[in-house]
Structures are given as C-alpha cells and as structure tokens.
C-alpha cells in the first residue's frame, strides 16, 4: 500500500557469492628518479582488489578516482587490477615518497605498499656572475669572480673559463635555493686582468644530472689601459708666415678607451675635439690654427691621456712666426698756407723683421728724413721715419706716401694722404629781393650769396644783426664758385633786419656782403590779464588785452564761447621789429556756464586778413549743479551689477557726496556690495529687487549744497506661487486655477498653462491680468484631475512656474460586477467570511454595512471591519467570524457616502459548493506535495486564480454534472498550468470547470486507491492546444500508457466523468 504523498522507485540488487578472498600486491611501486618536465609512473597491481585502491603522496590520500580530480597532472593507468600513478611534466611538488593502498573491505583486510621515493631532478637555471662585470677593470688589477648556478637538484657543478681556457684555483660551496630541496652553487676564483683580456670572454658553466648540455653565462670583458705618446703630423718646419692657416694631427695609437687629445697653446686650451678610429686602434685631433704675429714664439703641445692614464702623455713644438705691421701710420698736419714748412712722420708697429720705410711726393722720392727703431709687440721690432718739406701753391692736391717693407713676409704696407695747400677767395656778392617792396610774413624771401676764387673755396657764413643765422641750406660750389641759399620764412624780426655773408677759408683771410628787407607782419604777442585770480558766479569781471607790436596796426575783438564782444581800445603805442601795439578792455557778468571756458582776444590786420590768438580760462567758483544729462532712472537685471552714475560738476572740484536710500545714508563697507568710483558713481554688484528704489545724492562744496534723485529699476525672472493649491471642484461645476507672478518688468502675454497629465483635455479659459493669471475650466469631469503647471517668463533669466492640483469631487460608485455580489462560505460556525467592498470618489468615502436592512453593530465580536484607501479608492472588507448557515446566509448591503452622495451594494452570503472543496483539496496538496518540485510560487498564483474562479462560478453556475478534463504534458516533469491559457479553450462552456491534476489530486478528491507504479515521476497536465503543441514533446511516461491520453485520465479518474481524446 502506498501512503499519501509517496513515490516508490524500483531498486535492481546484485548478489555476488563467492569464497572468502584476501586482497594482495601483485606489483608494489619501486623509487625513481626523472628529470623536471618528464612523466614519471609509479607500478601498483592488486590481484582480488575488494577495498578502495587509491595512493598516498606524503601520507596525503589523492582518491579512489582514475583522474585523480584536484590533480591534474596525475592520473591512474592500466588495465584491470593495474593502479599505475602517472605522472606528467614532474615538478618540485612531485619530490615525495608514494604510497599505494587498498582499504578494507567485508571480505579483506587493507593493504599498503612500500614507500617509493620519486626523485624530481631540477636542472640549474641560468647561471650569473655577482661580481660587476658590466664595470671595465684596469689592466694590471686583481678581481674576485663568483658565479652562481641557482636552483639546481642535485647541486650544480661550475665551471670558469677565459677565453676558453679553464681558470684554475676556483673554490665552490652552496648554498639554500629560492625553494625547499633547490640548491645554489656559488663558484670563486681570482682573476688579474691584462690588456690582452679586453675583448674576450669570461664563460660560466653550469650541469648537473637534470641537463645534457651545461647551461652556459658568457660576459665580454672590458679592460682600461692607458694609450701610447702621441706625435704630430704638418709641421714641417719651424717658421711660418701670419696669416696663414697651419693644418697639424695629432695621433695617439691604442689605450681603452682610446685616448683623449687635446692642443694647448702657452698653456692655453685650443681644441678638445678628436675622432677615434676603433679599428685602427687611434685617436686623431686635427687642429687647424690660423697664424697671427701673437703666435710667434709660441709653443704648441698635444696631449694623450684616458681615464686609467696616471699623468698626460705629451709632445711640444715652439714656432717662429714672420709678420708685417699691423698698422702703418701717417702723423702731422698735411694742410698749410704756402710757403709754410711741414714735418710729418711715419710709424710702423711691430714686425719680424723690422721694415724699411721710404717717402714719396707725387713721383718724387723725400730724402730729408730720419729713423728710429724699438722692441715691439710678439718679438718684433718698431720702425719711426721723420720727413721736412716746404710747400708751394703748385704741390696742392699731390699724394704724399709712406711706404714700408718687410724682407721677411715679402710685402709691403703703403700709407697715402693728399697735400692741402690754402689761399684766399677773390669776391662775394647776394642777391635779396628791392629793399623797397613789402613782403608778407608768413611768406618765403631767398637770399642768395657767392663767393670765387681761393683755395679751399670759400666757406660761406650768414649773420643775421649780427648773430650767426644756424638754418642757411648747405653751400654748393661750381667752377669754383661757391653758392649758399637762405630761404626765410619771413616773421616780424625780419622787418628792416641786417643781413651779412662772410667768406672765409683756411687762408684765414674774411670778405663780406650786405641786404635789407621791409615784412608786413601781426601782432607778434597777445596777453590777457585780470584783477582777480578767482571768480564767482554773478560777478562782473574785467579783462585787459594787450596786442604786441604788428606792421601794420591791428583791430583788437573778444569771444567768449560763440558770442563775440567788442571790448574799449586805447591809442597805439611804438614797439618791436618797427611795429606799434594795442590795449583793449572787456566786462563780462559771469555763471557757472563761463567755468573753464576760454576768453579769446584776437588781434586783426585788415591788411593781411589774418590775425593773431591768445585766450584766458576762466575759474568761477560755484556750488555743485547736476547735469542735465544725469539719469534719473537705471534699470538692470536682478544678480548683475547695477551702476547708478553721478554726473556732478563744481568748483572747487573738490566735492562731497553722500547717497541716501530711504532717508538712510549709505555707509562704505557697511554692505560688501557697494562700491564707489572717482566720480561718485554708485555701483551695487549682485544687486536684488530689494536694492530698487529712489537714492538721493546730495553733493556739497565749499560754495555751497544740492541734491538729486535717481530711480533704481531691477529687472528680474517670474516667481510663480498658487493662489491655492489644490483646488478642489465638483463634477460639473467651473474650476479657477490662479498664480500669481512676483517679476519685474511685468510684460503682455507673460503667462503661459499647460495639463501635466497623459491624456487630453479641454483646456479652459486663459485671462491675464497685470501680475496674476486666471485659467477657467467649464463642466469640469473626471478626466480634468490632476496637475496643471502656470510659467511665467518675461524675458529675464528663465522662466517661473508652479504646478497646481486640480481635485474633482464626485459621489460614491460602488464596484458592482458579479464578482462582487456574492460571496461563498461554509456554515458551520468554523469559517471566516470577507465581504469586500470597494468604491471610489472624492472627498472621502466612509462605509456602513447591513445586514438584511438593518445597521450592523460593528462592536460584536462577530463582525470586524477593516478599510483601506488608494488615492480615490477606497475598500471596506467586512470579515464575519464564524459563519453561521442559520444567522448569516443573508443578503448585506454595503452603502459608500460622502459629502456629495452615497452608492448601495448588495452581496449575498451563500454556501460552499463541491468546486470549493476541490480547491481547497488542490490547494492543500499542492503545498504538500508540489512544493519540493521548485514550483510552488506558480501553483499558488493557480490556486488563488481558480479559487477566485469557483467563487465566481458558486454565484451564477450549479455543479450539477461536473466536466472533468484531463490534459498530458510528455515534456514537462513539473508545472502548472497558466489560467488564462486554460479558460481559454474552447471546450470550456458553461457548466464546466477544468482542474489540473495529478495523481495525488485525484487520490485525495476521489479517494481512489489505485496507484501508479514506475521507476520515473511522472504526472498529468495540460496538452497546448492543437496549433500550438510543440511535436518535440517526448514522452515520459510508460509506453503503454501512450496510446491515448484518455487512458492516463481514466487511469487517474475511473469512471468518474466522461473523457475527450485531445
């Protein structure tokens, strides 16, 4: 018998007899040893293994499993009975002893074999030298050489070689590896380096039993030794000429490195540069000298050396350099008057050897001379000749030489001048305009003088009453006529001036010519004087013009701005340059207009048409007045800064304003924000709406006070608030949404509405009015709820916005479907019954309940009522404990109610019919039994649907003859069916009702005692529908159960209901 909830499996047991039989080594593992990386296999055979065979590596037990999980390198090979442990690519963890076992069993004692010790060769790795071999040695010098072969097992043997040839007297020790069972090979030998070493190998050989070659270091050695004497190449011989360029090498053989070279001059460095030429074996310094007369007497040195060199290796030349004068100078005065006696001299500096000099006067050779010689520069000798001559007119112009030669360069240096010999110029004249003809001044007059004859021709000087005039042109000269221009431009001083031309020249002897001019000119000077230095406003004030001397007389005129005064002139006077002046006085009634403007006196000559100029600016002190241009009014945007000017004028000009702000002054540093410039212009940075206003400036000086006032405007972004928020409306009515903007400017069509729900809607009416906005909705519904948002936006900074709740109230509507109306319960005073109730409107909804008619008394223990509220939705469930089939199979109505009205359902309270009770059953089972399958969550979302279901159906169906159908799932082990797929067939008609089913249900709900027996689970679902079956399903039930699955439903249900074959 198969109790409930059970499965039963069939189980195949074996039985094996046979005699009493002790396991036992046929082949026990032995020691080896292998090199790292190679396979190693350890032999184990057991003749009638009973027990677990697995092996031991360090009395750690690998397992009983061929591949030997966790280990992946080890396995077990061979044939029945064979336990060979495998090994491959051996490594260092491999190093241990192996033990193979077979435990015991019900017919044999275990049995271990003999320790075998697997010995893992580790070749040395590459081997290195601890002594610095990347450092040069020196020749001559001893060196300790260690090298060390790492990690080997067993220990390495090194080896050290020279060249190839075995370094003798090497010593060795080890020393502990990098790992546990690794050995370190240290090796040491002294080696004395040579030079013949540079260049060859040092070689470390490594080996042990693990390699077939040795495992080799090689170094190259890099031995310093100094280079050999250099020697040098062009130099020839000792004597050079300067100027020329000497090309000398010098070369230096060998050295490691190759020597350094470097040219030296009397100590001094000339060149460090040098090539090397590595497979020569040299270093080359060419030094190319360009030869002057300091380098006579020098010596030259080049030097070898390199950085093991203990001193310079060098070699020195001394040199003999011939060079003529540097300069060849000609002293003495080449200009005289004739007849006059010239010496004059001809110095040589140093040269090697001294020069000869001679004289020359045209082609003719002087002889009157005289030389001295001295010790000069770089060895050499100075050489001074002295000449005397008379001169004579005809010599004038005739090249004088100095010639010198030197005996050893082969050259000479040549110095020439030309001889000057002076006498005087014949006659000078000038031609000027008629003494008689006025001219103009302002205008050009030329005066022209000549001059001829002399030597050199004369030099023409012009004087003016005596004094020198600077601005003549240059002289010209043609045929020996000598010319210079003075081009005037005429002033007043010109007027009957005395002009003179001088000729002169060296001959020291003067001739002179003579003009006069007649200039019309105006007033050469104008001055304005007063009383008074300061004025004040209102005051009279008087002014003296004084004309300076004009040919002829000027008219004296005043103006003051655009007007023009006629001021009263007193008799001429004689003045300056032949010309008369004129004085002329001017009252004038002054304002603060007249500060700082300029009083023009002008001094007219009708005759010339022009006139001369000078002003007097006016001081007139006045209190502070403010410009007609000052602002009254500054508008800016809120957050920038805001700059109130102040366009005050006074004199003095020294003035003191204060601002004012609501009768309050405004005190620098008292707010951060403030600032004041040079003029008293206010500037407000980060300026508010709250800084607007009207300031006063009052400004004061020491003539007195005054005061103006500006507006400031500040412009900035909308703030939008709600007049009210929510506004609640009933269904039907007319709804006013209102914001209010704080802005400034306020500006036409600022605001703007928008609905913030999904849906559309009829937007209303929009009325704006200066600082408000008035959406209107008529015949308000549902669908109008929700959020409306009000922007503002006048330009400035981003636009403001509020969002507002727009509530619709409504009465009560009660849910009222059949689901609703009824609701099934046992009565047999065990069972809870919830009646639920669920309405939605607005504003809230509150509950009563009754029970045929009559109000129920929610203080009874029997009845308890909970309600709960989701936006407009609210839900009142009224739970009755212990149902009573005599008290309370009734009809109770639920009546919903608010302010605006109320909405009444009925649900009757019925009985429980056999569909309920097979849910129930479902239900327990499914928790029971279905759970452990890993599906419970989607049974209970079929459970609560088809309990859901039967309710429904207990209200409006009777199960008179129930359907049955039962649906087969070949693929699916476990599962549920989805409700909507199986309400959606389209056999389900009225009076039927599908369950799912298994054969746990079908024991359960029919008390059938008929099992099922197989060695798979198995159960009975749903088939899909025909288009929709998947013809993949494989079958997972008995074959002969397959033919229909009308047969698994008659299987499962008997003959309880009538079966469709699907």
């Known amino acids: 018998m198969m109790g409930d909830g059970e499965i039963f499996s069939l189980t195949h047991t074996m039985t094996i007899k046979g005699t009493h039989a002790q396991q036992a080594f046929r082949t026990e593992p032995w020691n080896l040893t292998v090199r790292m990386g190679a396979t190693a296999v350890l032999k184990c055979e057991v003749l009638r293994a009973s027990g677990i065979v697995q092996w031991a590596k360090d009395g750690f037990l690998l397992g009983p499993q061929r591949s030997l999980p966790g280990f992946p390198r080890y396995s077990m090979i061979g044939r029945r009975g064979q336990y060979n442990l495998r090994i491959e690519?051996?490594?260092?963890?491999?190093?241990?002893?192996?033990?193979?076992?077979?435990?015991?069993?019900?017919?044999?004692?275990?049995?271990?074999?003999?320790?075998?010790?697997?010995?893992?060769?580790?070749?040395?790795?590459?081997?290195?030298?601890?002594?610095?071999?990347?450092?040069?040695?020196?020749?001559?010098?001893?060196?300790?050489?260690?090298?060390?072969?790492?990690?080997?097992?067993?220990?390495?043997?090194?080896?050290?070689?020279?060249?190839?040839?075995?370094?003798?007297?090497?010593?060795?020790?080890?020393?502990?590896?990098?790992?546990?069972?690794?050995?370190?090979?240290?090796?040491?030998?002294?080696?004395?380096?040579?030079?013949?070493?540079?260049?060859?190998?040092?070689?470390?050989?490594?080996?042990?039993?693990?390699?077939?070659?040795?495992?080799?270091?090689?170094?190259?050695?890099?031995?310093?030794?100094?280079?050999?004497?250099?020697?040098?190449?062009?130099?020839?011989?000792?004597?050079?000429?300067?100027?020329?360029?000497?090309?000398?090498?010098?070369?230096?053989?060998?050295?490691?490195?190759?020597?350094?070279?470097?040219?030296?001059?009397?100590?001094?460095?000339?060149?460090?540069?040098?090539?090397?030429?590595?497979?020569?074996?040299?270093?080359?310094?060419?030094?190319?000298?360009?030869?002057?007369?300091?380098?006579?007497?020098?010596?030259?040195?080049?030097?070898?050396?390199?950085?093991?060199?203990?001193?310079?290796?060098?070699?020195?030349?001394?040199?003999?350099?011939?060079?003529?004068?540097a300069k060849l100078t000609l002293s003495g005065s080449l200009e005289a008057i004739e007849g006059q006696e010239l010496t004059l001299s001809c110095h040589a500096s140093s040269s090697n050897p001294p020069v000869h000099i001679r004289w020359w006067l045209g082609h003719k050779e002087l002889s009157n001379t005289s030389v001295t010689m001295e010790e000069g520069e770089n060895g050499g000798i100075t050489t001074t000749s002295n000449v005397t001559h008379q001169v004579s007119r005809e010599e004038n112009g005739l090249e004088l030489t100095c010639e010198a030669f030197n005996n050893g360069t082969h050259f000479s240096k040549i110095q020439a001048a030309k001889l000057a010999v002076y006498y005087p110029p014949q006659k000078v004249f000038i031609d000027s305009p008629p003494e008689d003809i006025p001219l103009r001044s302002g205008t050009r007059a030329l005066l022209v003088c000549h001059s001829a004859g002399g030597n050199p021709p004369a030099k023409l000087t012009w004087f003016k009453n005596g004094k020198k005039v600077s601005d003549a042109k240059p002289q010209t000269s043609s045929n020996m006529v000598v010319t210079r221009v003075l081009n005037l431009l005429l002033t007043a001083s010109d007027n009957q001036a005395a002009y003179r031309c001088?000729?002169?020249?060296?001959?020291?002897?003067?001739?002179?010519?003579?003009?006069?001019?007649?200039?019309?000119?105006?007033?050469?000077?104008?001055?304005?004087?007063?009383?008074?230095?300061v004025f004040y406003r209102g005051q009279q004030m008087e002014l003296d013009c004084l004309s300076g001397s004009s040919n002829p007389k000027s008219d004296i005129s005043w103006k003051v701005g655009t007007l023009r005064f006629q001021g009263v002139e007193e008799a001429p006077k004689k003045a300056e340059f032949g010309g008369v002046s004129v004085l002329s006085r001017l009252h004038l009634n002054l304002t603060s207009q007249h500060h700082n403007q300029k009083v023009i006196c002008q001094a007219y000559s009708p005759v010339l048409e022009e006139g001369a100029n000078t002003f007097y600016q006016l001081n007139v002190l006045y209190p502070p007045e403010f410009s007609s241009e000052q602002a009254t009014e500054v508008q800016v945007v809120e957050d920038d800064v805001a700059t109130i000017p102040l366009m005050v004028s006074a004199n003095p000009e020294v003035v003191s304003c204060i601002w004012l702000r609501r009768k309050q002054m405004l005190v620098k540093g008292e707010d951060i924000r403030h600032h004041w410039s040079d003029d008293h212009s206010l500037e407000i940075r980060n300026v508010t709406r709250k800084d607007g206003g009207l300031y006063t400036i009052k400004c004061e000086n020491g003539e007195g006070v005054n005061e103006t006032t500006v507006k400031l405007d500040v412009y900035y972004?909308?703030?939008?608030?709600?007049?009210?928020?929510?506004?609640?409306?009933?269904?039907?009515?007319?709804?006013?949404?209102?914001?209010?903007?704080?802005?400034?400017?306020i500006i036409p069509e600022m605001f703007s509405w928008k609905w913030l729900g999904e849906e559309e809607v009829e937007m209303g009416e929009e009325t704006n009015e200066n600082k408000s906005s008035l959406l209107t909705i008529h015949n308000v519904t549902r669908a109008h709820a929700g959020f409306y948002q009000c922007t503002a936006s006048n330009g400035i900074a981003l636009p403001g916005s509020v969002e507002m709740k727009l509530v619709v109230q409504f009465t009560p509507e009660l849910r009222k479907g059949p689901q609703w109306?009824?609701?099934?319960?046992?009565?047999?005073?065990?069972?809870?019954?919830?009646?639920?109730?669920?309405?939605?409107?607005?504003?809230?909804?509150?509950?009563?309940?009754?029970?045929?008619?009559?109000?129920?008394?929610?203080?009874?223990?029997?009845?308890?009522?909970?309600?709960?509220?989701?936006?407009?939705?609210?839900?009142?469930?009224?739970?009755?404990?212990?149902?009573?089939?005599?008290?309370?199979?009734?009809?109770?109505?639920?009546?919903?109610?608010?302010?605006?009205?109320?909405?009444?359902?009925?649900?009757?309270?019925?009985?429980?019919?056999?569909?309920?009770?097979?849910?129930?059953?479902?239900?327990?089972?499914g928790r029971a039994s279905l759970g452990d399958c890993g599906f419970s969550s989607i049974?209970?979302?079929?459970?609560?649907?088809?309990?859901?279901?039967?309710?429904?159906?207990?209200?409006?169906?009777?199960?008179?003859?129930?359907?049955?159908?039962?649906?087969?799932?070949?693929?699916?082990?476990?599962?549920?069916?989805?409700?909507?797929?199986?309400?959606?067939?389209?056999?389900?008609?009225?009076?039927?009702?599908?369950?799912?089913?298994?054969?746990?249900?079908?024991?359960?709900?029919?008390?059938?005692?008929?099992?099922?027996?197989?060695?798979?689970?198995?159960?009975?679902?749903?088939?899909?529908?025909?288009?929709?079956?998947?013809?993949?399903?494989?079958?997972?039930?008995?074959?002969?159960?397959?033919?229909?699955?009308?047969?698994?439903?008659?299987?499962?249900?008997?003959?309880?209901?009538?079966?469709?074959?699907?």
Request: hydrophobic share 35%; glycine share 6%; charged share 25%.
């Open 89 to 325: 690519d051996a490594q260092l963890d491999d190093d241990a002893f192996f033990e193979c076992q077979a435990s015991q069993s019900e017919r044999s004692d275990a049995i271990v074999s003999n320790p075998a010790f697997l010995t893992v060769q580790i070749p040395p790795s590459k081997p290195y030298f601890t002594t610095d071999v990347t450092t040069p040695w020196v020749a001559g010098k001893k060196y300790k050489v260690e090298c060390v072969a790492p990690d080997a097992k067993p220990e390495a043997d090194i080896t050290l070689y020279k060249d190839g040839v075995d370094l003798t007297g090497a010593t060795s020790f080890t020393t502990s590896g990098s790992k546990d069972k690794l050995l370190n090979t240290h090796a040491e030998v002294t080696v004395t380096a040579l030079k013949s070493d540079n260049g060859r190998e040092l070689t470390c050989h490594a080996n042990n039993e693990a390699v077939f070659q040795p495992v080799v270091t090689t170094v190259t050695m890099d031995v310093y030794y100094p280079p050999e004497p250099p020697y040098i190449i062009g130099l020839d011989r000792d004597v050079v000429k300067a100027g020329s360029l000497l090309v000398l090498e010098c070369v230096s053989h060998g050295g490691n490195p190759l020597g350094t070279l470097q040219w030296t001059k009397e100590g001094e460095v000339l060149s460090t540069t040098w090539e090397e030429e590595v497979m020569g074996q040299k270093s080359r310094n060419i030094l190319k000298l360009k030869i002057t007369p300091a380098d006579n007497q020098a010596e030259l040195s080049c030097e070898s050396a390199n950085i093991v060199s203990l001193s310079p290796l060098s070699i020195t030349r001394k040199i003999t350099v011939f060079f003529g004068p």
């Open 502 to 533: 001088d000729a002169t020249n060296e001959a020291k002897r003067t001739i002179s010519a003579h003009a006069k001019l007649l200039v019309q000119f105006t007033a050469v000077s104008m001055k304005i004087t007063a009383k008074e230095e």
């Open 717 to 745: 972004a909308p703030t939008v608030k709600a007049e009210k928020d929510p506004v609640y409306v009933n269904q039907g009515g007319t709804a006013d949404l209102i914001c209010v903007a704080d802005a400034n400017p």
């Open 821 to 925: 109306r009824k609701v099934a319960s046992r009565g047999d005073g065990t069972a809870t019954a919830e009646l639920v109730c669920q309405a939605e409107g607005i504003p809230p909804v509150e509950f009563t309940w009754e029970k045929k008619g009559m109000l129920i008394d929610l203080a009874n223990p029997r009845y308890e009522e909970r309600t709960a509220r989701d936006g407009s939705f609210h839900t009142s469930t009224l739970r009755v404990v212990n149902v009573s089939a005599t008290l309370d199979y009734a009809v109770f109505s639920c009546t919903a109610r608010n302010s605006l009205g109320e909405d009444k359902l009925d649900i009757q309270l019925v009985s429980t019919s056999i569909a309920s009770a097979y849910i129930s059953i479902l239900s327990a089972i």
């Open 939 to 1062: 049974l209970t979302w079929c459970l609560a649907k088809l309990y859901n279901l039967s309710r429904v159906l207990e209200g409006s169906w009777e199960f008179t003859q129930p359907l049955y159908m039962c649906f087969v799932d070949l693929e699916k082990e476990f599962d549920c069916v989805p409700l909507g797929t199986m309400l959606g067939f389209s056999r389900v008609t009225d009076k039927t009702f599908d369950i799912v089913v298994d054969n746990y249900i079908k024991h359960a709900i029919l008390g059938d005692t008929k099992r099922f027996s197989s060695s798979k689970r198995w159960k009975l679902e749903e088939v899909p529908h025909s288009q929709n079956r998947d013809p993949t399903h494989e079958p997972v039930v008995p074959l002969d159960l397959l033919k229909s699955p009308v047969n698994i439903c008659k299987q499962v249900f008997g003959n309880h209901g009538d079966f469709i074959d699907d």
